[in-house]
């Protein structure tokens, strides 16, 4: 039984920086693609950001990049989402998914992840 857990999530302030973990228990981590997508209420469940997993090849949303980098550490089972330059729009549940077919390419559709986590509320005021 996969379980993902997140933390890391919280109240913060437009530029701050915060940053997000993701621990994958049940299976062999290192077999897993891993992303991260985020819910704004009434909207829709978006793609942030994934990487392979080889770990070698990471994408992002373009609302993201430059500012958002995801990592993995195989040795803690985690997956990890450095968030900087945090704007209000940013506020949303973040979500930590998982994709166990092993592809070469990162995934953004919520469909292409079996496996997702609770959630964690990141807030940016203004």
């Known amino acids: 039984q996969v379980q993902l857990e997140e933390s890391g999530g919280g109240l913060v302030q437009a530029g701050d920086s915060l940053r997000l973990s993701c621990v994958l228990s049940?299976?062999?981590?290192?077999?897993?693609?891993m992303a991260w997508f985020r819910q704004a209420p009434g909207k829709d469940r978006d793609f942030v950001g994934g990487i392979t997993w080889s770990g070698h090849s990471t994408r992002y949303d373009d609302s993201v990049k430059g500012r958002f980098t995801i990592s993995r550490d195989n040795d803690e089972n985690t997956v990890y989402l450095q968030m900087s330059s945090l704007k209000p729009e940013d506020t949303a549940v973040y979500y930590c998914?998982?994709?166990?077919?092993?592809?070469?390419?990162?995934?953004?559709?919520?469909?292409?992840?079996?496996?997702w986590g609770q959630g964690t509320q990141v807030t940016v005021s203004s």
């Open positions: 049940g299976r062999t981590f290192s077999w897993f693609a």
């Open positions: 998914a998982a994709d166990n077919r092993r592809l070469n390419v990162v995934d953004a559709r919520t469909d292409g992840y079996a496996y």
